[in-house]
């Protein structure tokens, strides 16, 4: 089974300084993996993901992320924070192939929020 | 076009009522996902269909929990005996294939409470 631990459920920043929200996860057979992003009463947003490619992968609103499999982990990074990032924020693994390919583990979240 | 459309957007339910929630997916996607969120247990997955057939249904919590889903389009989850532990916001989503894992397109969701 597959697992994802986000470290800290409240990251705070001020604005323009570096975003950085942490992932680690747990899986037996090679993972994709994901950043969905949650605004107040709204359903939630792909980010970005990992499928093998390159490990360091490119998403919207200038976030990225890098896969690291030495160190399970896959942390998601802004160089500058804007009022608008301000939201919940999910890491979510899948496998591949098998019964559970497509179903979404997701970590507990971490709410960003962005200070003038 | 047309996202992931959920109704309703929020159900009020007497303790021991059955409710329905409906998802209608993006047009021509073929797999459509059912996750429960709520503050104790996070985002967890309920049921996947693949077309019409429910390959895997794991993430149901008990036999009071079922889904379907017709035409390739419109599912419906149904919760009978409402508890209060049912209380959560219950998201659906579609993509437009397995193969395409993560890709999944989010409605807004539909947040019940139980009294």
């Known amino acids: 089974a597959q697992s994802v631990t986000q470290l800290g459920s409240h990251v705070s920043v001020s604005e323009g300084a570096l975003v950085l929200l942490r992932c680690n996860y747990s899986?037996?057979?090679?993972?994709?993996l994901f950043w969905y992003v949650q605004y107040p009463n709204q359903g939630l947003q792909l980010l970005l993901k990992?499928?093998?490619?390159?490990?360091l992968v490119k998403g919207i609103n200038g976030f990225e992320a890098e896969f690291k499999k030495s160190e399970t982990s896959f942390h998601l990074t802004k160089p500058s924070a804007h009022m608008s990032d301000a939201a919940e924020y999910f890491c979510?693994?899948?496998?591949?192939?098998?019964?559970?390919?497509?179903?979404?583990?997701f970590g507990q979240g971490t709410i960003l929020t962005v200070h003038p | 076009g047309a996202g992931v459309s959920q109704s309703p957007s929020n159900k009020v339910t007497e303790k021991g009522k059955d409710v329905e929630l409906r998802c209608d997916p993006i047009s021509g996607h073929t797999a459509l996902y059912w996750y429960r969120q709520s503050l104790g247990q996070g985002l967890e997955f309920l049921i996947y269909f693949q077309g019409n057939s429910a390959p895997d249904k794991s993430g149901l919590p008990s036999d009071r929990f079922s889904a379907e889903r017709t035409g390739e389009s419109v599912s419906t989850l149904t919760i009978q005996r409402t508890q209060q532990e049912d209380s959560a916001v219950y998201l659906c989503?579609?993509?437009?294939?397995?193969?395409?894992?993560?890709?999944?397109?989010f409605g807004p969701g539909t947040r019940l409470t139980v009294t």
């Open positions: 990992y499928t093998s490619a390159a490990t």
């Open positions: 899986s037996s057979v090679p993972p994709y």
């Open positions: 979510a693994v899948t496998i591949r192939g098998g019964t559970s390919y497509g179903k979404l583990t």
């Open positions: 989503a579609s993509s437009l294939a397995r193969g395409l894992a993560g890709e999944q397109y």
